[in-house]
């Protein structure tokens, strides 16, 4: 136990309490939730963040996006703007927040991409604006009951799932772990390559003390080939200094020192907004490293093409390292065929 535990615990029993009574209103019907019409997929956790909620949004995109008018919504954190906004060609970061714009600049041939605090007043919004939408997935919206979704995917990460995990502040949880229990899918992510089937089974024993009927998988992830964030014609360096603005860097550090020389690294808070003393701090520790450049997340590099700091990072190579879903195919199948149910049965179709 670390030594200033005992002075959080107060304030981490008064927000699981708050949160159970929030929670026991909704279970009794005192706070209604609403099922639309529309399908909707539920995707979210029980933490603060970094299970891999957008690479997992991003793996639902490219399972449903040639068959289905599909639209996305989120609460759009960390943007300037507030309420209702449908991403269009002049959206950028800040008015979106970083992650649906990262999947807006993946996506926008494709699908819609929407940011409300109220999911409720947002989903007619978007049917109103694009009616042919067949499909909404509403992203980090597990704690949003207000919405009753037809599919409800919680993920939770191998490194820290949330069985071993503790209400805030103590830990990462934003409600107890018996929230678990209203997902009808539950997914370990990172988990790591080749995982043991006693470990499987040791992971699946203790979700069951939660959740007595969701489905359960294992996934990991799988990294891509580098992508020029801001002039292609740039090569790849030998050296990068690692840039990284996201819940947990490790798993993203420990992928790129595989690969490449990291002499330095710029370890930021989730979401971080970034200022021009940043940018000139990252520049100068490129200029000390011969044959260096940049290297960061897909949400991160969505903020550093930033136009205020194209002038500092003109002649710098600055790379993104993407990254997806490694999934079996035949649990993939499971959940598409899950959602191409819930479609059918609420009356849309391919």
């Known amino acids: 136990m670390r030594w200033f535990e005992p002075l959080l615990f107060p304030f981490s029993l008064l927000y699981d309490a708050a949160t159970s009574l929030r929670n026991y209103l909704f279970d009794i019907g005192h706070k209604k939730s609403i099922n639309f019409d529309i399908p909707t997929i539920v995707v979210g956790n029980l933490s603060l963040g970094g299970t891999g909620k957008t690479p997992f949004t991003e793996f639902l995109i490219r399972m449903l996006a040639d068959d289905f008018k599909v639209a996305t919504l ?41 940011v409300g605090e109220d999911r409720v007043m947002a989903i007619p919004q978007i049917i109103a604006e694009r009616p042919e939408t067949e ?49 009808d899918i539950i997914i370990v992510t990172k988990c790591p390559d080749a995982l043991d089937k006693i470990t499987k089974a040791t992971y699946h024993r203790k979700i069951r003390n939660y959740n007595q009927r969701a489905k359960i998988f294992f ?41 490449y020389q990291v002499p330095f690294h710029f370890s ?38 930033a136009s205020i700091f194209r002038d500092y990072l003109a002649e710098i190579p600055i790379f993104a390292m993407p990254v997806e879903i490694n999934m079996d195919i035949e649990d993939a199948n499971f959940i598409k ?12 179709s391919e």
């Open 268 to 305: 930021y808070s989730d979401h971080h907004h970034y200022k021009v003393e940043d940018v000139k701090e990252i520049v100068y520790k490129c200029n000390e490293v011969e044959d260096s450049g940049i290297l960061t997340t897909e949400k991160d590099a969505v903020k550093l093409k």
């Open 74 to 114: 989120s609460r759009g954190y960390g943007r300037k703007t507030s309420g209702f906004f449908l991403a269009n060609d002049s959206s950028d970061a800040n008015q979106l927040g970083d992650e649906p714009f990262q999947i807006f600049g993946k996506f926008k041939d494709k699908i819609s991409v929407a």
């Open 135 to 183: 499909v909404v997935l509403l992203d980090d919206a597990f704690q949003h009951r207000y919405v009753k979704g037809d599919l409800n995917i919680m993920l939770t990460t191998f490194q820290r799932p949330f069985f071993e995990d503790r209400v805030v502040p103590l830990g990462t949880l934003r409600e107890a772990k018996g929230g678990a229990s209203r997902a």
């Open 337 to 348: 065929e899950s959602i191409l149910q819930i479609i059918k049965e609420k009356g849309y």
């Open 219 to 259: 996934v990991g992830l799988k990294y891509g080939q580098l992508q020029n964030v801001l002039d292609d014609q740039l090569p790849i360096p030998q050296n990068f200094v690692l840039v990284s603005g996201i819940a947990n860097d490790q798993l993203f550090k420990k992928e790129v020192e595989k690969l």
